[in-house]
């Protein structure tokens, strides 16, 4: 099994719909994140969590809203999708930073969504 | 800012060396991270360098200038699987910046 788990794999929806991504990890990280990835813009981050009580915007929050409900378990909504949501969409997890200053982020598979 | 600069598509052929560059603002990052990602699958780590030079890993070596805001992966031996994105991202106290990715092609 994935230490890091998205569920749906796939998913279409139409616009004005709401839909949740989800995220489970076994890596026992405390930190989540979730990022986009759009075909020539990279991957960019929605929001990110350092904790269950610990919930942060990052660069491109808008339209879109999070859920810590515990260590393991990120999820990510759009409360009312449009068209220029359809991206691939990527969990992340990580251990706090280390002493050396880093920390390696790991990925789940990804979820494809489509806004029709 | 703290932005990421690396070249949007190379190509290189097969067994031979290929050299991927990475530019970036040099406040803000306490090292450069290197991602591969194959087509529609997830990014997987291939190396990290915090301090200034070269880390080498079997076939793949990273190399870091702090001062420059300067990176490089460095692929030997390329063989036809190594066609994917190689992804450059800064890292943050918090998060990790990623640059927009080079999409490598590996030909016979």
């Not at chain 1, 929001?47 to 990052?58: A, L």
């Not at chain 1, 449009?82 to 200053?101: E, H, K, M, W």
């Not at chain 2, 793949?60 to 992966?73: A, D, E, M, P, Q």
Request: charge should be positive; include cysteine.
């Amino acid at each position: 099994d994935a230490d890091v788990t998205q569920t749906p794999r796939n998913r279409i929806t139409k616009t004005g719909k709401r839909i949740m991504l989800e995220c489970s990890q076994t890596k026992g990280h405390d930190r989540m994140y979730w990022y986009r990835q759009d075909p020539g813009l990279g991957l960019r981050l929605i929001y990110y969590s350092f904790d269950v009580k610990d919930i942060n915007k990052g660069e491109i929050s808008d339209g879109y809203s999070v859920s810590r409900q515990a260590q393991a378990k990120f999820s990510l909504s759009l409360e009312s999708a449009i068209p220029n949501q359809t991206a691939l969409y990527f969990c992340a997890t990580s251990d706090r930073v280390r002493p050396q200053g880093y920390t390696e982020a790991f990925f789940g598979q990804g979820t494809r969504l489509t806004v029709v | 800012g703290q932005n990421i600069d690396q070249p949007t598509e190379m190509t290189a052929t097969e067994g031979a060396i290929v050299q991927i560059n990475c530019t970036y603002q040099t406040s803000g990052f306490n090292g450069l991270f290197w991602y591969q990602q194959h087509a529609g699958e997830a990014p997987t780590f291939l190396s990290y360098n915090v301090l200034d030079g070269l880390e080498e890993k079997g076939r793949f070596s990273s190399f870091l200038s702090r001062s420059k805001g300067y990176s490089y992966l460095l692929l030997k031996e390329l063989q036809m699987k190594d066609s994917a994105s190689y992804l450059c991202a800064g890292a943050g106290s918090y998060q990790l910046t990623f640059g927009k990715g080079t999409k490598l092609s590996v030909i016979p």
